[in-house]
C-alpha cells in the first residue's frame, strides 16, 4: 500500500504542473522567452535524470546490452508514435508541416500540443513510475514537472485564443494530468514484479523514449525562443537535477 501511495503522490506532483500551467495560460500570455527558458531549465534537468539515474540504474541491472537496446527501442517506439501524431494533425510527418497547417487556427495548436503532451508525458511518467522500483526519484520528479509547466501553459493560451474557455482550457488540462498521473501508478505496479535485467530494460526504454521526446520537442522549442538564455536554464537545470541525484 506504501508503494502504491508513494505513486499516487509522485505521480500528482509531477502532472499538478499541467494544472497550473493551464490555470495561468487561460487567464495570461506569458512572453514566449519565459516558456523557452522553463523548457531549457526543464530539459538540462531531465538530461540529468536520465544521465544519472534512469540510464545509469538500468546499465547496472542489465549490462550494456540490454539497457543499450531498450534505450534505442524507446527512441524508435516515440519516434514512430510522434510520426503517427504528425501525419493525423497536419497529413505529413514532419514537424515543418505541422507548424504550417496550425498557423491558421491556434486551436488547433493548443489540442496538437495536448496531444504532443500526453505523448511526451506517458513515457516520463512511466519512466518515473518505474524508477521508484528502486527508490524514490526526486531528480526525475522535478525535471517532469518543469517540463509539463511550460509546454500547458503554452497550450492553454493556443486553446484561449482559438476560442475555448477558461473552464474548459482547465478542464481539459486536468484530465490530461490525471491520465499521466496514473501513468506514474502503471509504471510502478508494472517494474514491481519485473526481474532486473527486465526492469533493467524497462527502464531504458522508458528513458530512450524521453530521450528522444528531449531531442524532438522540448529542446528544438527551447532553442528557438529562449535564446540567449536557454544555455545558462540548460545548465541550471542539469546542475539542480545532478545534485538532487548525489
Known sequence: MTRVLTA????????????????????????????????????GALISALAF????????LGGATRSGLGLLAGAAAFVLLDSAL???????????????????????IGFALLAAVTLDGVPENVALGVS????VSLTLLVAIFFSNLPESLV???????????????VITWVVCAVLLAGAVVVGRAVAGGLSDPVLAV??????????????DTLMP????????????????GFFLSFVLAT
Do not use: C, K
Open 221 to 236: 522549442e527551447a532553442f528557438e525562443h529562449g535564446r540567449p538564455l536557454n544555455a545558462f536554464a540548460t545548465a541550471a
Open 132 to 135: 521508484l522500483a528502486g527508490g
Open 155 to 169: 497550450g492553454a493560451v493556443a486553446m484561449r485564443e482559438g476560442g475555448q474557455s477558461p473552464r474548459m482550457v
Open 8 to 43: 499516487v503522490l509522485f505521480g500528482v506532483v509531477a502532472s499538478s504542473a499541467l494544472v497550473i500551467g493551464a490555470v495561468v495560460g487561460s487567464v495570461w500570455r506569458p512572453p514566449q522567452m519565459v516558456t523557452g527558458v522553463l523548457l531549457a531549465f526543464a530539459s
Open 202 to 215: 524497462a527502464l531504458s526504454f522508458a528513458g530512450g523514449a524521453v530521450l528522444a521526446s528531449l531531442a
Open 86 to 108: 504528425d501525419r493525423y494533425v497536419t497529413g505529413h510527418p514532419g514537424p515543418e508541416e505541422r507548424e504550417v497547417t496550425e498557423s491558421g487556427s491556434r486551436g488547433g
Open 53 to 60: 539515474e534512469l540510464f545509469e540504474e538500468a546499465f547496472h
